[in-house]
């Protein structure tokens, strides 16, 4: 019995992780943060993407692409987890930044690319699916299906959406456009929802879950 407790507690526990992914430089940002925040190597990390948006994501990548070159020389130095894993994700952005925005390319595959670049020992993959009504409703059936323990969103904080927007007993906000999708997941999500708003290429990240709030993640 002692013997087990000890390979238990020796092994670190796998988790799913689900990144909302669409063609938008909130989605970009939110992949980012996630590989270089939240993903240990021992995940699973599952992209996850709702048909209903168009829109070019050629834009959106080429934010997510134009990182600091700096940091992979910085990192030598004060090599943390955290330096190492910007520094590969930014290596993985260059070699593909000749790709993005040419051809028939497929932005899922992309991310699951810089992904696999970024943290090779981790577990992705992809999955596309339809929406019957409200995305975020559609979000949190097929993580309940799936069983992820983290959903990881990019969130676009608007003034209307702080200042105009009126929540709902169910929890769901309301606003000009609607149910927000970030915000009814952070407040609805079963498992821990995570809303991530980056601040510009070097201002870290700006977090959103059910019991933090406006939280400031420097980069």
């Excluded at 996850?48 to 130095?77: C, I, Q, Y």
């Excluded at 993005?100 to 699951?112: S, Y």
């Amino acid at each position: 019995m002692g013997d087990s407790r000890r390979g238990q507690s020796s092994t670190p526990q796998s988790r799913k992780i689900m990144v909302i992914a669409d063609p938008t430089r909130e989605s970009a940002a939110a992949l980012q943060y996630a590989l270089s925040h939240a993903v240990l190597e021992q995940d699973e990390l599952i992209l996850v993407h709702v048909e209903n948006n168009g829109g070019s994501w050629k834009n959106a990548f080429s934010s997510f692409l134009r990182l600091p070159s700096s940091s992979s020389s910085s990192s030598t130095s004060g090599s943390s987890p955290g330096a190492n894993a910007n520094a590969n994700i930014a290596n993985a952005a260059s070699s593909l930044a000749s790709e993005i925005g040419q051809g028939e390319g497929n932005f899922l595959e992309q991310m699951k690319r810089i992904c696999e670049i970024a943290q090779p020992k981790v577990r992705v993959h992809t999955e596309c699916i339809t929406m019957d009504g409200i995305k975020a409703t559609a979000i949190l059936l097929h993580g309940d299906k799936l069983g992820v323990e983290v959903i990881i969103i990019g969130q676009r904080r608007t003034i209307s959406s702080s200042l105009l927007g009126s929540r709902r007993p169910g929890g769901s906000l309301m606003g000009s456009k609607g149910v927000d999708t970030a915000e009814y997941l952070i407040e609805n999500s079963k498992c821990t929802c995570v809303g991530v708003q980056k601040k510009g290429q070097n201002g870290g990240y700006v977090l959103n879950t059910k019991t933090h709030k406006n939280f400031w993640l420097l980069a």
